[in-house]
């Protein structure tokens, strides 16, 4: 009977025919077996566009026979037609009958078909949108889809564009917390806490067109351009909403400058709770994210600081005796204007306000230990990125004992290798300071030559690029030559005689930084030289390619009567079983041809010549430092 009836409905001619078949099994039909015709009736008004009585019909099915699966089939066409840009008519209109639902029939709706569902992304989408749609009934699904989202998160924890993390974020967050009703477990306030954090981080570094194809479904493009906007003030509103609940025991700051900061970071160390952890660890990358839009702004590299604690300050370059031999001749006037060189302290740290920066991220650790937190709460690629500028600032501090357990526990690579150069330094182990500057140039040429040119020169890291490329190869030999020209300065002001080797090595580092600073350490080197008449350091003239220098050498070889120089590998064997005329004449020759093959290089980048010779000559360089 009932599938006669319904073939009636389905066969009849017109839409009045078919209603009043409708009318007939109503009246003759009920229980299970009405589902066939009350599904006949629904398509039959979905068919002759009938919004309103589609949807008393599809509330009449819900009520009374949950358990089909094709009712259930069918409202998830409705629901997934909310969740749609279709514009398609039959899509468009089943969005229709949806609003014609009552709300609490379209609130259960979704929540049973979320639950029903084994498309975890569908499910999501459905909460999320109950969120968006019913805010105030949070309670009854939000710490469900918090969980839900959670998992999802974490185990897309290294695709870029997470939009599960997004959706917390923007989408669930200030929903969940402007809820007075939804009792929400710490470990929820304290994740979205630190998810806030995480994606405040990654989006104040990096490309801001990053997350424009995000799917609109898990969060909506107003949403996510307004956290863009302002990611930190969102975290300092997660923040002050995970006080409140949690009961902490301090005032959150209410802006985030330096200032701000500064006396955020004089209140901390008193608590009892994990507020001062979770206060560091946002002021830490709040930090960090201003040192990177610093240098961003600035187009300039990591900065990289070379600490020299006060036993190590620079002597004066007034301190050496530079007086000359009578019949010296002085070195002729060059087109460069010499400047006296300058205490090594922050070599590269471009600004005031960047000092001020790292100054503040090593009082903000001193007062914390937030390692394991800042794990689990900042992206994982961004952490050795971190860490890093977490090291500088405790070198900046002065904690060096500390700086060097974080990096001997991490990889070893060009930056971490100079942090340790600038530790050792402190502790005032000179040598493995030297040691570990050299180690950098050549675990620098090493990684240069394994990625070949697909690394960026000179600029600012990016999560595209590998972590240890910090730094481009002229950054790491700057600082090496830095380091290295302080050591060998420092002793050669330290002994009452001049040594040829400190004088050879002076010499070829010189040529670094040349029109401010090397020619005028150079003019004082080449007074000693003069006044001693001698140099000898075997291939010298191998790593000199300064034209200024190699026609001061061409001088005193060929000018300076008495003047002794060994500066090829040649020299000595010439003086064996030769007299001193044949010897001099010997001695002379090699030079002449050394400093012509030198002359042919002279408009090749400094930097390759310097590289070779701190390579070359690093086992003599620490020597003479440990000296």
């Known amino acids: 009977m009932e599938q006669w009836l319904v073939d009636k409905v389905k066969g009849a001619r017109s839409q009045y025919v078919a209603e009043s078949w409708m009318l007939v099994a109503k009246t003759m039909v009920s229980g299970e077996a009405g589902f066939e015709i009350d599904i006949a009736g629904y398509f039959l008004h979905v068919d002759n566009r009938k919004a309103q009585e589609a949807a008393e019909v599809f509330t009449k099915m819900h009520a009374q026979f949950p358990k089909e699966p094709r009712f259930w089939s069918e409202a998830k066409r409705l629901v997934t037609s909310l969740l749609s840009s279709e514009t398609d008519n039959e899509v468009s209109f089943r969005r229709v009958i949806f609003k014609r639902l009552a709300p609490e029939v379209q609130e259960k709706l979704m929540l049973e078909l979320a639950e029903r569902d084994a498309n975890t992304d569908f499910a999501c989408k459905l909460m999320l949108l109950?969120?968006?749609?019913?805010?105030?009934?949070?309670?009854?699904?939000?710490?469900?889809?918090?969980?839900?989202?959670?998992?999802?998160?974490?185990?897309?924890?290294?695709?870029?564009?997470?939009?599960?993390?997004?959706?917390?974020?923007?989408?669930?967050?200030?929903?969940?917390?402007?809820?007075?009703?939804?009792?929400?477990?710490?470990?929820?306030?304290?994740?979205?806490?630190?998810?806030?954090?995480?994606?405040?981080?990654?989006?104040?570094?990096?490309?801001?067109?990053?997350?424009?194809?995000?799917?609109?479904?898990?969060?909506?493009?107003?949403?996510?351009?307004?956290?863009?906007?302002?990611p930190w003030t969102r975290c300092l509103s997660v923040l002050s909403s995970v006080v409140d609940r949690l009961h902490w025991n301090f005032k959150p700051p209410t802006e985030l400058s330096l200032p701000a900061v500064r006396k955020a970071i004089e209140t901390m160390g008193k608590a009892k709770d994990n507020s001062d952890k979770y206060l560091g660890v946002l002021l830490t990358a709040w930090l960090f994210a201003q040192c990177y839009a610093a240098l961003s702004t600035s187009h300039s590299s990591y900065p990289i600081l070379v600490l020299v604690s006060p036993d190590h300050s620079e002597a004066s370059e007034g301190a050496l005796d530079t007086s000359q031999p009578e019949k010296a001749v002085p070195m002729k006037k060059r087109r460069y204007a010499a400047e006296p060189t300058k205490t090594?302290?922050?070599?590269?740290?471009?600004?005031?306000?960047?000092?001020?920066?790292?100054?503040?991220?090593?009082?903000?650790?001193?007062?914390?230990?937030?390692t394991a937190i800042r794990e689990a709460a900042l992206p994982p690629a961004l952490f050795p990125d971190l860490l890093r500028f977490e090291t500088d600032c405790l070198i900046l501090a002065g904690d060096y004992d500390d700086a060097l357990a974080r990096l001997?526990?991490?990889?070893?690579?060009?930056?971490?290798?100079?942090?340790?150069?600038?530790?050792?330094?402190?502790?005032?182990?000179?040598?493995?300071?030297?040691?570990?500057?050299?180690?950098?140039?050549?675990?620098e040429k090493e990684l240069q030559n394994s990625e070949g040119d697909s690394r960026p020169s000179g600029k600012p890291f990016s999560l595209s690029t590998s972590h240890a490329a910090f730094l481009d190869q002229s950054q790491t030999l700057s600082f090496a030559c830095r380091l290295i020209m302080y050591f060998l300065r420092s002793k050669l002001t330290a002994k009452t005689e001049t040594n040829d080797q400190l004088l050879a090595q002076l010499i070829v580092l010189s040529q670094f930084d040349w029109q401010t600073h090397g020619l005028s350490l150079f003019k004082t080197l080449i007074a000693l030289v003069h006044k001693n008449k001698a140099l000898s350091y075997t291939n010298l003239l191998l790593y000199i390619t300064n034209i200024d220098i190699l026609e001061e050498i061409s001088y005193m070889s060929l000018h300076c009567e008495g003047m002794k120089l060994q500066l090829t590998e040649g020299d000595n064997e010439r003086r064996i079983g030769l007299n001193t005329r044949h010897s001099v004449r010997g001695a002379k020759d090699g030079i002449k041809q050394a400093l012509e093959t030198q002359l042919t290089k002279c408009n090749e980048p400094i930097d390759a010549a310097i590289r070779a010779f701190l390579l070359a000559e690093r086992d003599v360089i620490v020597t003479v430092v440990n000296e």
């Open 344 to 370: 090594l302290s922050f070599a590269l740290t471009a600004s005031d306000s960047l000092k001020e920066i790292f100054e503040l991220g090593a009082k903000c650790q001193s007062k914390t230990d937030a």
């Open 408 to 443: 001997q526990a991490s990889n070893q690579t060009p930056s971490s290798l100079l942090q340790m150069a600038s530790c050792s330094l402190g502790l005032q182990k000179v040598g493995q300071s030297c040691e570990q500057a050299i180690s950098a140039v050549q675990a």
């Open 130 to 230: 109950l969120a968006r749609t019913f805010p105030t009934r949070v309670q009854s699904f939000g710490n469900e889809l918090i969980t839900v989202l959670q998992k999802l998160t974490e185990s897309n924890a290294d695709v870029v564009d997470n939009k599960f993390a997004l959706a917390l974020v923007c989408e669930v967050a200030p929903v969940v917390f402007s809820s007075t009703t939804l009792n929400l477990p710490n470990e929820i306030c304290t994740y979205l806490l630190g998810l806030t954090i995480r994606l405040a981080t990654y989006l104040s570094i990096n490309d801001q067109t990053a997350n424009e194809n995000i799917d609109q479904s898990f969060v909506s493009g107003a949403k996510l351009a307004a956290f863009r906007s302002d």
